[in-house]
């Protein structure tokens, strides 16, 4: 029998992780890379949204903001996803995957319609910040199972492409401010509404969707609940072999005893002995990361209405070879995650990004770069650095143990995007009001060194994760043999 009923044993053993990963891949995961990536596009929408919506905002006619109001309602959207990622990353690993990714994306439906009848800063601000709170609780939900559920072997690539698929939301988002603020088409005060408002509706889509999916099997099994998740695989085993034909049968086994909850003063204790130079590389480049993205992203639009005279209502098509960079580089390195390794790959690109934000940010400083060309350098530029983002999550959601993956994602992103992601579009809005390119460059230059940094760290201390279980990665604290922490 693949997995024991007796959950009260002390020690039980099963062959579920096995069989999860040796699976070809099929119809099923693909339905699961759909219903579960669909966080990252709609994370790419909202801050597209915002972005090439903050000059139309400024406006006396809709809600009057100023540039640095513009960066403070993107630091408060970072801020509601931090404390929305340690909020439920913890009940992730209490109560499953399941029943958070049916909740996060439900408080981000609610609050994205919210926003959409706001009428001022502080109630525009208040909604964002809920936004935030639904999205960062995705994070720590979907990575943790999305990780549990596909094959080691693709692991890179598949968490790679998802986390790119932010630019698809991305693209979808500019697109809305195209046709949203084309003049004529709307009100004034009615075309930005309707952008957020339309997050709201495919949302309900995907809820549908994602009713249908299963608790992560791995979760179940080091919960005790071994006849679920035995049950969950064999539908699993019994889908993929429709399509693929049957296989032969696991006989990989792993020993598991039956614990009590992981609590907060064995996290803490966990990561400064055992995981700390994981808990170093984790902040490292969590922190990093969002502050070069959060920082440029969130005021692009700025960038392009304040030193190149773009009009707000052209915004969007600036957007669209920049996204088309950031997807693509997921996308087509995603792959050498896998095969060249973890190490190598997080090191190049994150130096890549580094160096090459410099070297973009000292040519807009000097005028070199008008808004065309500044954009196809920063839509090559991001190639590497949307990668260099993506192997972060990839890297916070594999290197801890299953009892703490959830939480220990929401750790890392809190602290990482609190530093970073909060600091810095506030910070850029500022730079930027000051309409000095010498003082946006300086913030470049910031952002751009964090990344190199992060580079030297990755190649010191990454984990050579590709191809591997994760029980093999970070073994669980369940696993038998495990010595329990206090």
Request: glycine share 12%.
């Amino acid at each position: 029998m693949a997995a024991t009923d007796r959950a009260s044993a002390e020690t039980v053993t099963s062959t579920l992780p096995a069989r999860l990963d040796r699976l070809p891949w099929s119809r099923w995961h693909w339905r699961v890379v759909a219903a579960l990536g669909v966080t990252w596009i709609l994370d790419g929408l909202e801050v597209t949204v915002v972005g090439s919506l903050g000059p139309t905002l400024e406006q006396d006619g809709t809600l009057g903001l100023t540039a640095a109001e513009v960066g403070w309602a993107g630091s408060a959207y970072v801020a509601g996803a931090v404390l929305g990622a340690l909020f439920f990353g913890r009940l992730a690993d209490t109560l499953g995957r399941k029943p958070l990714f049916l909740a996060t994306l439900s408080v981000y439906l609610v609050a994205t319609l919210l926003t959409a009848g706001t009428w001022d800063f502080w109630s525009f601000a208040f909604c964002r910040f809920l936004t935030g709170f639904g999205i960062g609780g995705e994070y720590a939900a979907i990575n943790s199972a999305i990780d549990e559920l596909i094959p080691a072997r693709v692991r890179g690539l598949v968490d790679l492409a998802i986390n790119g698929s932010f630019w698809l939301g991305a693209a979808g988002g500019a697109a809305l401010s195209i046709v949203l603020l084309e003049p004529g088409r709307f009100a004034e005060d009615v075309g930005w509404r309707i952008a957020f408002a339309f997050g709201a509706v495919l949302t309900v889509a995907i809820l549908l969707v994602r009713r249908h999916l299963p608790e992560s099997p791995r979760w179940l099994m080091t919960r005790g609940r071994l006849a679920e998740a035995e049950a969950v695989v064999a539908r699993i085993e019994e889908e993929v072999e429709r399509e693929h034909g049957p296989r032969e049968e696991c006989r990989e086994a792993f020993g598991l005893r039956m614990r009590a909850h992981v609590t907060w003063g064995e996290i803490s204790t966990l990561l400064v002995t055992r995981y700390r130079r994981r808990a170093v590389l984790g902040f490292v480049l969590m922190g990093s990361q969002a502050f070069f993205y959060n920082a440029i992203f969130f005021t692009y639009a700025l960038v392009l209405t304040s030193f190149y005279g773009v009009p707000a209502s052209e915004v969007g098509y600036y957007i669209f070879p920049f996204a088309l960079g950031n997807f693509l580089g997921p996308l087509l390195l995603g792959r050498l995650f896998d095969s060249a390794g973890r190490r190598t790959m997080i090191a190049a690109t994150y130096g890549i990004a580094g160096v090459g934000l410099l070297a973009s940010g000292y040519a807009f400083s000097v005028d070199w770069l008008d808004a065309g060309t500044m954009t196809w350098c920063w839509s090559v530029l991001f190639f590497f650095a949307s990668a260099a983002a993506s192997s972060a999550y990839l890297t916070v959601s594999e290197i801890f143990p299953l009892e703490m993956r959830a939480i220990s994602i929401s750790i890392f992103y809190a602290i990482g995007t609190g530093l970073g992601g909060f600091i810095g579009p506030a910070l850029y809005g500022t730079l930027i009001g000051t309409g000095n390119r010498d003082a946006v460059f300086l913030g470049y230059a910031v952002a751009g060194s964090l990344m190199t940094g992060a580079a030297a760290v990755a190649a010191w201390l990454g984990i050579d994760a590709e191809r591997k279980p994760l029980e093999t990665v970070a073994r669980p604290l369940s696993a038998a043999g495990e010595k329990p922490h206090s």
